[in-house]
């Protein structure tokens, strides 16, 4: 038997779903029942009437989704697949940050541990940050943003609220410079660019549209252009050629794959099933603080 028919009897088996996010490997893209950004993930983990629930992803969205069904067996494939952009800050620091500015709402992105986003008011994705400021935080007197200082100045150039900020970033985002975006675009002539905001905002400033990799999919869909230049992880181009077939997509650099995000194969999958490993666990005090900054953005919803 091939391992996706291997996947696919356990996973009847188990009554699990399989989750991908955008960045996963082909073979684990089509092995999973639902492929999506971190915002439309969340939102499945929350609503999935599955036992158990294999997270092909990092550990903050394996970990968020555990928050959000607590009764559910939460698996992630590898358990070294972590985020470091989500490791650039810990509680402990968050607390420091708070006390310097008693009377600031606490933003955090996704990207973060479960322990900080205890700490936090408000949770959000890339695709729905500027939707949180506005609407939820729009009479907030001081707003801390962590950890991604390129996001923050990505909403900060959408809304104008200036934020305190924390010298997080993404080393995969960060390896695209504005050459290649300037390299992309004479390779490929009236092609559009679409690049992620966790990228540097100089390279921001050169792109069509900033984007999270959900909207992505949707502009690639309604953009006339033909061809588009995809400024983030190149796992996406997967799932774009699949859902728009007549469209031409090139990578902007080969340097910016996730290492993390590759670390899912088809493979651990099917070992995660037969081992029902790796489980994910959060203490519940810690998740009952953390899920109300999950639910008050879920709230809000897109
Ligand atoms: P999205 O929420 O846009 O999928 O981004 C997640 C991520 O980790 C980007 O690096
Ligand atoms: Fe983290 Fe960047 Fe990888 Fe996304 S692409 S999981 S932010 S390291």
New binding site residues.
């Given amino acids: 038997m091939e391992i996706a028919e291997k996947i696919a009897k356990l996973k009847r088996e188990r009554r699990a779903v399989i989750l991908a996010?955008?960045?996963q490997i082909a073979e684990v893209q089509d092995a999973a029942d639902f492929v999506?950004?971190?915002?439309e993930l969340s939102i499945k983990a929350s609503q999935t009437d599955a036992e158990v629930i294999v997270f092909c992803g990092?550990h903050f969205m394996a970990e968020t989704a555990k928050i959000l069904s607590p009764a559910k067996t939460v698996l992630l494939p590898d358990q070294n697949a972590g985020?470091p952009?989500a490791d650039m800050i810990t509680a402990e620091q968050l607390r420091g940050l708070k006390a310097e500015h008693p009377g600031a709402k606490v933003l955090c992105y996704?990207?973060t541990s479960a322990g900080v986003k205890a700490e936090c008011d408000l949770c959000c994705?890339?695709?729905n940050a500027v939707r949180m400021v506005e609407e939820v935080l729009k009479d907030a007197p001081e707003i801390i943003f962590i950890p991604d200082k390129y996001l923050a100045a990505f909403v900060t150039g959408k809304t104008g609220r200036e934020f305190i900020t924390w010298q997080g970033f993404?080393p995969?985002?960060a390896r695209i410079l504005p050459e290649h975006i300037e390299a992309a675009r004479a390779r490929h002539p009236g092609a559009a660019v679409m690049v992620?905001?966790?990228c540097r905002p100089e390279v921001a400033a050169l792109a069509d549209i900033v984007i999270?990799?959900?909207?992505m999919s949707r502009f690639a869909k309604e953009t006339p252009a033909r061809e588009i230049i995809v400024g983030?992880?190149p796992g996406i181009i997967h799932r774009l050629e699949k859902e728009i077939p007549d469209k031409i997509f090139h990578p902007v650099s080969e340097f910016v794959s996730?290492p993390n995000?590759k670390k899912t194969t088809l493979e651990k999958v099917l070992w995660s099933l037969e081992d029902m490993t790796h489980r994910i666990e959060v203490a519940e005090d810690i998740a009952a603080r953390a899920r109300r900054s999950i639910e008050a953005m879920l709230n809000v919803g897109r």
């Fill in positions: 996010h955008n960045y999506g950004d971190s915002l990092v985020c952009m996704v990207n994705t890339s695709a993404c995969t985002h992620h905001p966790e999270s990799t959900g909207g983030t992880e996730c995000m």
